[in-house]
């Protein structure tokens, strides 16, 4: 079975603070993207990557920045944390051709006081 | 674009009734269509997917009909169990678009005894 992990699991950050939320797949899948998820709103598509070393916005890009340094690593990250960036936050692999399925990692919790 | 509408948010059942939820979509192309389920603490997983060779996707009791004359893809089983309260969500994706999935809002299901 595919494999996310990401890391850490659940943080508590100060508003203006910067935030580093991890990703590691070890599904061999070319492409990686992050949600976040909030009550009444389902899962929204913030980044997305189909290739090491390049990233692309989703549907909710601001505030957020990624990186894919490598085919297992997608990290997310927040310059100046916000109120508004509370929420749960999932990572998800997928391969480049035929089932078209997503495996999604275990989720981060980040709260912004 | 391309968007999917879960017009429930909350359904309640009693154990042995039959589930119905909701979904339509809107796309430009034709789309895959697919169900994610995901437990309280859990990560979101696949249920089922439009395309499985003209076969009717079936999953763990459900099942689903991609109907495109309606723009439908409602999500059914004839006896709900008491392990099926989750979250469900339906999304799709177009061809040539890195796997991008766009979610609806989701369905949270409770069934009781």
Redesign the interface.
């Known amino acids: 079975e595919a494999a996310v992990t990401q890391s850490p699991r659940s943080k508590v950050a100060v508003t203006g603070g910067k935030v580093t939320l991890s990703c590691h797949q070890t599904n061999n899948h070319d ?1 990686m ?1 992050w ?1 976040r998820q909030d009550t ?6 913030i980044h ?1 990557s ?1 290739v090491a070393d390049s990233t ?1 916005k ?1 549907d909710i890009p601001d505030g957020y920045k990624a990186s894919r340094p490598s085919q297992e690593n997608f990290s997310l990250i927040l310059e100046l944390a916000s109120l508004s960036q509370t929420a749960v936050y ?1 990572c998800a692999s ?3 051709w035929g ?9 981060t919790r980040l709260t912004v006081l | 674009g391309d968007s999917v509408t ?1 017009t429930e ?1 909350l359904v309640t059942l009693t154990e042995g009734l039959p589930v119905m939820l909701n979904c339509t979509y809107q796309s430009t192309y034709s789309p ?1 269509l ?1 169900w994610y389920v995901q437990h309280l603490n ?5 249920l089922l ?1 439009s395309f499985t060779d003209n076969k009717r996707p079936e999953h763990q009791g459900f099942h689903a009909t991609l109907h495109k004359s309606s723009s439908s893809f409602h999500l059914q089983k004839s006896s709900a169990q008491l392990s099926d309260s989750a979250l469900y ?1 339906c ?1 799709l ?1 177009v061809m040539s678009n ?9 369905t949270k299901l409770t069934v009781e005894p």
């Open positions: 492409y993207y949600y009444g709103h389902g899962l929204r598509l997305y189909y692309e989703g999932f997928s391969e480049n089932a078209y399925e997503q495996y999604f990692g275990p989720g | 879960q948010g895959f697919f859990e990560a979101p997983k696949l997917k969500y999304a994706t890195y796997n991008v999935l766009y979610f609806g809002s989701g």
